[in-house]
């Protein structure tokens, strides 16, 4: 553990321009993943020098300063963070904050490909759920999507995480021509199995090999169809995220719906993104970018961090400008989600 148990709760709560307190932090440990899903890379990636990512001390201290600011849930991203060595070394130390009562949660978004031999120490260190990214499980069709994935290796780790008594959440992009005949299938096997489902449309985010509007399926038309088979009960709760949540009564399980373009869900963003370099994003899509790596490794005093971190929520835009038509061929984004953290 590289933090004290006694790091200093500090300052004020985080708020944006528009009067969004900031409370949860996706921090992204690697842009680097074991798989090459069509939507989100090109096969042939070019990934970061190692030099150039922070390193897990970094992380750590980069974090508290945001528990200490008020940010009240952690959620590790990638690429696929669990293939980051040592990464395990990093949740045990922010742990601490958990132990305190300064965070109220931490938690791991991970395609399920190393989940089988870490899922029990991700829950010794307090996590408590889980999402898990599977877009299909018709086990061809899984590997065309991810390119080098392997859906029994990911079933694996879905029993290791649920016998170690983590809740999962299935996260699924929806692939017009793809996946969209699986949709309710899904819903029976998540359900069945007690996890939850979330339903998710591409974003324009990185150059990816052909064109995402041959991808994109709107939500709103899924709902519709959906909605001829199972009754959707709309429910208030929130997870901290951009999900819109309903309960289907056939099952007693819960569907959610992330829209980023057919519904933006913008006007209650309490969220930043930190890449692994140390790029602070205040909004997923839009390019403006806070360095953080210059003042944590300026200082071992956190003065600098603390000011910069503030001076980039004060930068906060109200939305995204997400578009996705012919006529926008180019991603609206440049990079790649795998190097934002998803």
């Not at 528990?67 to 991203?77: A, F, M, N, P």
């Not at 669990?82 to 949660?105: C, P, Q, T």
């Not at 969209?180 to 996890?195: C, S, V």
Request: with cysteine.
């Amino acid at each position: 553990m590289w933090g004290s148990s006694s790091d200093p709760v500090s300052g004020r709560p985080l708020v944006d321009p528009f009067g969004r307190a900031i409370t949860y932090l996706r921090v992204s440990v690697t842009d680097r993943c074991d798989f090459r899903c069509v939507y989100c890379m090109s096969e042939n990636m070019a990934f970061l020098p190692k030099r150039d990512l922070l390193t897990l001390e970094e992380l750590d201290r980069i974090c508290s300063v945001f528990v200490g600011q008020g940010v009240r849930k952690l959620r590790i991203t990638g690429g696929e963070p669990l293939v980051r060595r040592d990464i395990m070394n990093l949740f045990r130390s922010l742990s601490r904050h958990l132990d305190s009562g300064a965070l109220d949660e931490l938690t791991v978004t991970t395609n399920g490909s190393q989940l089988a031999r870490h899922a029990a120490d991700l829950a010794a260190c307090g996590v408590q759920r889980i999402n898990v990214s599977i877009d299909t499980l018709d086990a061809d069709k899984f590997h065309r999507i991810t390119r080098w994935g392997d859906l029994s290796k990911v079933l694996d780790g879905l029993d290791a995480a649920q016998r170690a008594g983590l809740k999962i959440k299935i996260n699924t992009v929806a692939l017009k021509g793809v996946n969209e005949d699986e949709i309710e299938g899904l819903i029976a096997w998540t359900h069945g199995r007690g996890m939850d489902l979330t339903l998710i449309e591409v974003m324009p985010l990185g150059e990816i090999d052909g064109q995402r509007i041959d991808q994109f399926l709107p939500l709103s038309l899924v709902r519709a169809r959906l909605g001829a088979r199972y009754t959707l009960d709309e429910i208030d709760e929130r997870t901290g995220g951009p999900a819109r949540y309903a309960r289907v009564r056939e099952t007693g399980g819960k569907l959610g719906f992330i829209t980023p373009m057919t519904h933006n869900f913008c006007e209650s963003c309490n969220r930043v993104r930190l890449t692994c370099t140390g790029q602070l994003f205040m909004c997923l899509g839009q390019e403006d970018a806070v360095d953080l790596r210059a003042p944590v490794r300026a200082s071992d005093n956190n003065a600098l961090l603390e000011k910069a971190i503030i001076d980039a929520i004060a930068r906060k835009p109200k939305g995204h400008d997400f578009i996705i038509d012919r006529r926008h061929a180019r991603p609206a984004v440049g990079r790649h989600m795998s190097m934002t953290g998803g």
